[in-house]
């Protein structure tokens, strides 16, 4: 980066790279041995992150979602976790890869901002040192170079008065503007791609709003990649492109992020999909899911969901307790993949709405 | 549903003195959690408060349940005045207004079994004497649990099963008014449903009134008559949810509402504003002079700074007097104006 003339590099290769894959997860699976058995988090999950775009992995505590994404930066303790299958970030594998590659890519290829900003900067020092020393890092400049950086970096990020503010310490800031510093802290290198982990879950409606806009904003400037992890489906709806819905470890559903909430087609989105409680109408009883989702210890045979799911009948024979449904594109939609047994979902489901 | 009005709220204080070393000085100061709110929730009636946090929503369900006495003002519960009781004097209150937590994990002692943990407000109160183990197993059937768990312990539940049993325990002395603060937040997506439609028959089959402190406005729409919008302290918007929701007055209604991401969107329903405010609410111990929302709010003039803008009317409502539709609308701002396009349109089919 052009740290000569100590400009935030606005990388403007965004436009002719859009749509590279930065991140391609094959065949993850990720395990904890623990005294009780083996926690099977993740299973076999497969995505690919692209540049210039926003990917929302969607799922309940406990579905994998923040699991696996925390492999790909390698913050697992690798003696009490096993996994397994391929996560190329940039092209470099990263499964048993050692400690001093996760040190290079962190911060340069790819970054993280935590649900909790109060808790993921150091209390004791300044804002600005913060964000001045993950640049130091990685780029061979002056601590003065460094700080004029994180000065810059807080000003992109919408910090009113970022001169002042980098010399202020992090419970001076407020939950909003922590969230904004720490988003600074992830972009200093330009990475390729920034992985958000439930970034406005502690944060109100409306310093979420302006967050989510924010992530936005950066993201069409930098055309990196970006993964949005959340259990809030609105908010998948107003930010991502694509999407991936995670139940017990497994992605069940995928597709655009657009196409996919206004039209699911597996019956675990659906049902999500039908249990919320809009502002802007009036319903006379939600449409909950029954049960709750299994344990990560002793997983349901067959499909992980079928002992929640209402259409279980429908699908010839036990396939549905018996077989792992494999990802299959959904019969009558383009550009869709789910791991369903049901014939033709989309007729399911919509004779489902209709009768209701 | 009745006409009784169950309780009264008027004018409620409550502010928290402390000392803060300033240099060399020590400063007294004051944070004004909540600072002169007034309404009234009648038999059987579900009233939503909504706000942001540091608004005041937990403090004032904590004075309703005089779990804190308030600094100023008065608290009716069916016609008798709670404000100052003492703790003794407390006890039939305690029996008629129950608490919902939002942490299933923390509101339940973990070294105590169902059983136990719904014995002892039965025991406290002196109800169902020597059938106390039967009126628990209904207790538990009426939410939804197995009654043969009696003998098991909180850690043995899932998180939306234990938030039933601290549903259970607010139900166990027969209340009339039950406050929820925030009774869904911490669960999962797919079980939060499961116990608003627990709530929403509990409330009918036994003619509950609630207090139901949420910052999810799904939620509230979905569940609550009527609701009050809190910003700092004080009620900038109350009214019938329909009002609310769809003929906002105030602008820190209609920015609420506005920012609040909404899954009709991804349906391909837009909505048509968008508002977006700057900076974050300021603090409660200094709060902005006159109308506390001006240093966020678009519409700011001189006079808002001067003058507290006082809960009124809503204009809707002056302007067309007399072919009103009827109903609550209360609004404070000095320059009220109606928007009715800040949530998505739905079309039913019927």
Known sequence: MSTSTNTVSTRTAGANTAGEVVLDVSDLSVAFPTEEGLVQAVSNLSYQARLGRTLAIVGESGSGKSVSSMAVLGLHNPKRTRITGSIKLDGLELVGAPASTFQKIRSTKAAMVFQDPQSSLHPFHKIGKQIAEAYQAHNKVSKQIAHKRAVEMLDLVGIPNPQRRANQYPHEFSGGMRQRAMIALGLVNNPKLLIADEPTTALDVTVQAQILDLVNDLQKEFGSAVILITHDLAVVAETADDILVMYAGRGVEKGSAKEVLAQPSMPYTYGLLQSLPSHSEDLDELKAIPGAPPSLLNLPSGCSFHPRCQFKDQVPGDACFTQLPEWRPTPGLSNREIRCHLADPVATLQLDEGAR | ?350
């Not at chain 2, 002892?120 to 538990?140: N, Y």
């Not at chain 2, 939620?219 to 769809?246: N, P, S």
Request: proline share 6%.
């Open chain 2, 1 to 350: 549903m009745s006409d009784q009005t169950l309780l009264k709220v008027t004018d409620l204080q409550r502010h928290f003195p402390f000392r803060e070393v300033q240099g060399l000085k020590m400063v007294r100061a004051t944070v004004r959690a909540v600072d002169g709110i007034s309404f009234t929730v009648k038999q059987g009636q579900t009233l939503g408060l909504v706000g942001e946090s540091g608004c005041g929503k937990s403090t004032t369900s904590r004075l309703v349940t005089r779990l804190d006495e308030p600094t100023a003002g008065s608290i009716e519960f069916e016609g008798r005045d709670i404000t100052h009781l003492k703790e003794h004097q407390l006890r039939g209150i305690r029996r008629d207004v129950q608490m919902i937590f939002q942490d299933p994990y923390s509101s339940l002692n973990p070294r105590h079994t169902v059983g136990s943990i719904l014995t002892t407000p039965l025991k406290v109160h002196g109800l169902h004497k020597g059938k106390e183990k039967q009126r628990v197993q209904e207790l538990l059937e009426l939410v939804g649990l197995n009654p043969e768990h009696i003998n098991r312990y909180p850690s043995e539940f899932s998180g939306g099963q234990r938030q039933r049993i601290g549903i259970a325990r607010a139900l166990a002395v027969e209340p009339k008014l039950i406050i929820a603060d925030e009774p869904v937040s911490a669960l999962d997506v797919s079980i939060q449903a499961q116990v608003m439609n627990l709530l929403a028959k509990l409330r009918d089959e036994l003619d509950l009134a609630f207090i139901f402190v949420a910052h999810d406005l799904g939620v509230v729409r979905h569940f609550c008559d009527q609701v009050a919008v809190m910003y700092l302290g004080k009620i900038v918007e109350y009214g019938d949810k329909k009002k609310i929701y769809e003929a906002p007055e105030h602008p820190y209604t209609q920015a609420l509402l506005s920012a609040a991401p909404d899954i009709n969107v991804a349906r391909g329903i837009a909505p048509k504003e968008r508002i977006r405010l700057v900076g974050d609410v300021p603090s409660p111990i200094d709060p902005p002079s006159g109308c506390r929302f001006r240093t966020r709010c678009w519409k700011a003039q001189d006079v808002c700074a001067q003058q507290e803008p006082p809960l009124v009317a809503a204009e809707a409502d002056i302007s067309t007097r007399g072919r009103r539709e009827g109903g609550l609308h209360l609004q404070a701002c000095h320059f009220p104006e109606v928007k009715t396009d800040l949530v998505a349109e739905v079309e039913h089919s019927a």
